[in-house]
C-alpha cells in the first residue's frame, strides 16, 4: 500500500470526475500540497457508468450556468488543460429535445427561453426541420421540438484520467487503493484524514465521494439526503445506424423519459430519465437488466424509431446514480464543521457539470469568491425547504 504524507493542504476523497476536476482546479490556483485519495481507481467509480450526455439544457437556472461553464470547458479540454494529448472523447453532435402538449411542452418552453436570454444558441425546429437531423425518428407528435447545436457526449472516464494527468503534472500527489476511514474532528474544525495506511494531516476536506458519501456523513455526524438508484442503459443494434453525426435525443413524450444518443457510431444507447431501483447498500457492482425491462423500453423506442422493433440487444449494463431529494446536487460547506466541503447528489447529471463544480468547490476550499454563487446549491435547503425542484419533475433532465 503506497504511504499517504504526514500532511497536506488539502486532501480531496474520491477521483471520479468531481474529484478530479477538483484537484486540477486547486492546483491551477496555487492551493499547494494537494492528495486525492480513492479506494479504488481513477474514474472507476459511478463515473465509468455515465452515458456521458453534456447540454446546457436545464430548467433549473443555476443548472444552465453550470453547464454552460462546463460545455466551453468540455470544448477547449486540452487547451484548458495545457496538455495537447488530453482528450474527453468529445462528440459534437447536438441535442433534441421533444415534448407533447400541455406541461412537458410549457416547461421545454421556457427553458428555451431562458437558455436563449443566456446567449446560448438553441432553436426551435418543425418536426420535419429536426426529421433532418434524426432521420431515423418519427417526431410528427411533438408539440415543440429544440435544439441545442453545442452539445453531445463525451467520456467520463476519459476526462477524470485526462484531469488527473494534468494535475499530476501541477504536482498533485494521487493515491489509487487507499480509503478514507474517517475525519479527525477537533472542536468543530477538521484537523486530518484517517487511512488505513495512515493519518494525513490537513485543515481542508473536499468530499467527492457520490454514492458513498454516507460514510462522510457518518464522520461528521450529520444525516445526508441521499440515495444510491440503481439504472439499465441498452445498446441496440437497429436496422439502420444511429450515427455519432445524429444528435442525442431527449423523449419527454415517451413513458420513461427516454435519452438516447450514439454508440460506437452505428447502434442506440437508450436509458430512461425516470426513477432507478433503490439500493439499500451503495455499491457499482452490476445488477440485473431483464427481459420485461429490455422488451418494455424496446417498445418506447418502436414507437418513436419506425423499425426499431426489430432492433436487437447488443449489450446492456447498469450505473448507479447519487439521488437526493430534489434531483439535484449538495455543493459547498457543510453545516458546523469548518474545513469541509461536500460535493455529492449529481442525481444522474453531474458529468456534464463537471468542470464548473471542480473549479467552485476548489474556491470554495481556498476561500475565494466563486465564480458562480453556490447558496442554492447549500445543503441546508432541504431544512429550509428551498428545493431547486425542476420543472420536468423527478429526473435527471432537472
Ligand atoms: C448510468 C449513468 C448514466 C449517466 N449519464 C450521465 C449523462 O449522460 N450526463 C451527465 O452529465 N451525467 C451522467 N451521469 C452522472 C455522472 O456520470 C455522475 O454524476 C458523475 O460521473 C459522478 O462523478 P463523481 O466524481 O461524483 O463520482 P464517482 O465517479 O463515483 O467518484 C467517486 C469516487 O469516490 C471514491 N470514494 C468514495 N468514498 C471513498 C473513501 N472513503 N475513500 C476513498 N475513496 C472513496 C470512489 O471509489 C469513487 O471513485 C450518469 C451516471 C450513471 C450512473
Same mark, same amino acid.
Not at 466541503?341 to 481556498?366: D, M, N, R
Given at each position: ?15 471520479? *470526475? ?58 477547449? #479540454? ?28 410549457? %416547461? ?28 431515423? %425518428? ?21 476526462? =477524470? ?28 474544525? *477538521?484537523?486530518? *484524514? ?10 481542508? *476536506? ?34 439502420? %445506424? ?6 442525442? #435525443?431527449?423523449?419527454? =413524450? ?101 468542470? =464548473? ?24 435547503? #432541504? ?12 429526473? %435527471?433532465?432537472?
Amino acid at each position: 500500500m503506497t504511504l499517504p504524507p504526514p500532511s497536506a493542504d488539502v486532501v480531496v476523497i474520491g477521483a471520479g *470526475v468531481i474529484g478530479c476536476s477538483t484537484a486540477w482546479h486547486l492546483a491551477r490556483l496555487g492551493a499547494g500540497r494537494v492528495v486525492v485519495l480513492d479506494r479504488g481507481r481513477i474514474g472507476e467509480g459511478t463515473s465509468a457508468m455515465s452515458s456521458g450526455i453534456l447540454r446546457t439544457h436545464y430548467s433549473v437556472p443555476g443548472n444552465v450556468e453550470l453547464a454552460q461553464r462546463s460545455w466551453r470547458f468540455f470544448e477547449h #479540454f486540452a487547451q484548458e488543460l495545457g496538455d495537447d494529448e488530453a482528450s474527453a472523447g468529445l462528440v459534437k453532435c447536438g441535442y433534441l429535445i421533444a415534448a407533447p402538449a400541455g406541461e412537458k411542452c410549457e %416547461a421545454l418552453d421556457a427553458a428555451l427561453a431562458a437558455q436563449a436570454a443566456r446567449g446560448i444558441a438553441v432553436q426551435r425546429l418543425s418536426a420535419q426541420e429536426a426529421r433532418e437531423l434524426l432521420p431515423i %425518428a418519427r417526431l410528427d407528435d411533438a408539440a415543440l421540438i429544440g435544439h441545442e447545436p453545442d452539445a453531445g457526449y463525451a467520456d467520463a472516464t476519459l476526462t =477524470a484520467t485526462s484531469l488527473a494527468r494534468a494535475a499530476r503534472r501541477l504536482g498533485v500527489h494521487f493515491l489509487e487503493g487507499v480509503a478514507a476511514e474517517g475525519l479527525v474532528i477537533e472542536g468543530h474544525r *477538521v484537523r486530518g *484524514v484517517l487511512t488505513a495506511a495512515g493519518r494525513i494531516g490537513t485543515a481542508m *476536506v473536499v468530499s467527492a465521494q457520490n454514492i458513498w458519501a454516507h460514510e462522510l456523513g457518518r464522520w461528521a455526524g450529520i444525516a445526508l439526503p441521499l440515495v444510491a438508484e440503481r439504472h439499465r442503459v441498452l445498446a441496440l443494434a437497429g436496422p439502420g %445506424a444511429y450515427t455519432s453525426a445524429m444528435p442525442v #435525443f431527449k423523449d419527454l =413524450a415517451s413513458p420513461g423519459m427516454l435519452y438516447t444518443r450514439s454508440y460506437g457510431r452505428t447502434q442506440m444507447l437508450v436509458s430512461e430519465g425516470t426513477a432507478g431501483e433503490v439500493l439499500a447498500v451503495p455499491d457499482t457492482a452490476q445488477g440485473d437488466v431483464s427481459m420485461d425491462l429490455v422488451a418494455d423500453i424496446g417498445a418506447q423506442v418502436a414507437a418513436r424509431f419506425p423499425g426499431w422493433e426489430e432492433a436487437a440487444l447488443a449489450s446492456s449494463w447498469t450505473g448507479v446514480y447519487d439521488v437526493t431529494p430534489d434531483w439535484n446536487p449538495v455543493l459547498g460547506p457543510l453545516p458546523g464543521i469548518e474545513g469541509l466541503v461536500a460535493a455529492f447528489g449529481f442525481s444522474g447529471h453531474g458529468f456534464k457539470l463537471s468542470p =464548473a463544480i471542480g473549479e467552485l468547490l476548489a474556491q470554495t476550499a481556498l476561500g475565494l469568491p466563486t465564480a458562480v454563487p453556490l447558496q442554492t446549491y447549500a445543503f441546508e435547503r #432541504f431544512a429550509a425547504g428551498r428545493l431547486l425542484r425542476g420543472r420536468y419533475g423527478a429526473g %435527471a433532465v432537472s
